[in-house]
């Protein structure tokens, strides 16, 4: 019996799945940052790294904002606003969220 096949898979499955998973994430990020350490950072790449942010979270709230239509459209206007107003997220989240309630208890 080879030392892989003693592994009990119903009990051990699912920590060896995170274990592996956790080293996959790991070296993806540490291989992010060792060929970044080996760039020359030009203006270009540092303002399109600056705008990475902001575009991860476009592109995962936007999805769910078109999916519910116009009260989350405007809330997420309402969010976009206040942050470019005020520049304090908390602020910026409790005005797209109370757009968002009022909105829905109006029935949109």
């Excluded at 592996?20 to 950072?41: D, E, H, P, Q």
């Excluded at 399109?48 to 459209?73: C, D, H, K, Q, Y």
């Amino acid at each position: 019996m080879t030392a892989l096949a003693s592994i009990d898979l119903a009990t051990w499955g699912a920590a060896l799945a995170i274990a592996g998973m956790a080293t996959v994430t790991f070296l993806c990020r540490i291989a992010g940052v060792v060929v970044m350490s080996r760039m020359r950072l030009t203006p270009r790449m540092e303002r399109g790294l600056r705008a990475l942010p902001g575009s991860i979270i476009m592109a995962t709230i936007l999805p769910v904002v078109l999916e519910n239509g116009f009260p989350a459209i405007v809330a997420l206007a309402a969010t976009i606003v206040t942050m470019a107003l005020v520049k304090i997220d908390l602020v910026a989240l409790a005005a797209g969220l109370g757009t968002l309630s009022i909105l829905r208890a109006l029935g949109l």
